[in-house]
């Protein structure tokens, strides 16, 4: 799937009422039983199953589009800019490179650029965000109960 593709099909699942519709009826006629596999019709009459980990994820596509939300789907590549980076992290460029200099972010150059592995972006991302909650968490428990 090319990326413009991905942003074509974005746009038009969360405003093409034939999703919807279809993912209504998918949903009603799987109704409470749980769906197991998903097969994949090809032009040359084959049908692979498609595996358990991604029948999940395509369930819950369905679900969501049934629901009306809306959907996008995202291409992070595996290598980011400062700005890319930055993005994801939901902070500044200027903040990456402080967490780069830091050591709290891996990153190399290419040239005059940083650069930085997605994955270690992902990680720190999902860092930050436990260390939220868990923040937040020891807030409450040690806050006034409330009426």
């Excluded at 500044?92 to 150059?109: E, F, I, N, Q, Y």
């Excluded at 860092?127 to 428990?141: K, T």
């Amino acid at each position: 799937m090319t990326p413009s593709t991905t942003l074509a099909m974005t746009q038009g699942l969360a405003a093409d009422p034939t999703v919807r519709r279809d993912a209504v009826q998918v949903m009603e006629d799987t109704a409470d039983r749980v769906v197991e596999a998903v097969l994949l019709q090809l032009d040359d009459g084959t049908s692979p199953r498609v595996p358990a980990s991604l029948t999940g994820a395509l369930v819950a596509f369905m679900q969501a589009a049934a629901d009306g939300s809306e959907i996008s789907i995202r291409l992070i590549a595996s290598e980011l800019t400062t700005t890319g980076a930055a993005q994801l992290l939901g902070v500044s460029r200027p903040t990456v490179m402080k967490m780069v200099t830091r050591g709290d972010l891996a990153a190399h150059r290419v040239g005059t650029h940083t650069r930085l592995r997605r994955d270690d972006v992902l990680a720190l991302r999902d860092r930050r965000q436990a260390d939220r909650a868990a923040a937040a968490d020891e807030l409450l428990a040690a806050g006034e109960p409330f009426d």
